[in-house]
Every structure is written in C-alpha cells, then in structure tokens.
Nanobody, 113 residues
Framework: QLVESGGGLVQAGGFLRLSCAAS????????MSWFRQAPGKGPEWVSS????????IYTDPVKGRFTISRDNAKNTLYLQMNSLKSEDTAVYYC????????RGQGTLVTVSS
C-alpha cells in the first residue's frame, strides 16, 4: 500500500515536499515513480528513481525544479517541488515502477498564480 501526503495550496514560486509511505512491501526492491493528474486530464508521468536511488529521471516541464529522492530505511519516497507554477496543479500519485494501478489515494497540489 502506498500513501501520499504533503500536498496543499501554495503560491506560484513556492515549494512543497511530497511524501509517499509504503507498507507491506519494501521500496528498496523497486523503481518508484511519481505521476500527476491535472483536472480533466489523463495521468502524466513526472519522475522516477531506480531501486538504489542513484539514477533519477524527470519529465522536461519539471527538470531543474523537482527532485525525487527516497529513504529506503524509512520505506518512503519524496518529491521536492520548488519554483511551483500554476500548471503544476494536480493530484500527485506515487507508484511502484510505473504501474498506475499501484498508486495510493493521491495528494492534491494547488498552485495559485
């Protein structure tokens, strides 16, 4: 089970740190990903971290602003989001690998301009 948290309302230019706590299965064996879904749109992949955390990739719109990280000892995945823009407004989900079906309930990020 994955549980996302840390979302909220923030002004453009602000920052948030999302967390994804895993239970049942260790994160350490999996590539983990963040997706987001804006109102009225389909899911969009945001970022992934390999099992060891040494390799990370990002979608172009968030490069240089978002940082994915993980603490395998705490079984938690993070997404540090800086310089937020209104277009970052979405529900954010974490997944095991890129399995959309593994996502939790999501956490809402609203960026006001």
């Amino acid at each position: 089970q994955l549980v996302e948290s840390g979302g909220g309302l923030v002004q453009a230019g602000g920052f948030l740190r999302l967390s994804c706590a895993a239970s049942g299965r260790s994160l350490s064996s999996y590539t983990m990903s963040w997706f987001r879904q804006a109102p009225g749109k389909g899911p969009e992949w945001v970022s992934s971290s390999n099992a060891g955390g040494g390799s990370t990739i990002y979608t172009d719109p968030v490069k240089g602003r978002f940082t994915i990280s993980r603490d395998n000892a705490k079984n938690t995945l993070y997404l540090q989001m800086n310089s937020l823009k209104s277009e970052d407004t979405a529900v954010y989900y974490c997944t095991r690998q890129s399995n959309w079906g593994s996502r939790g309930q999501g956490t809402l990020v609203t960026v006001s301009s």
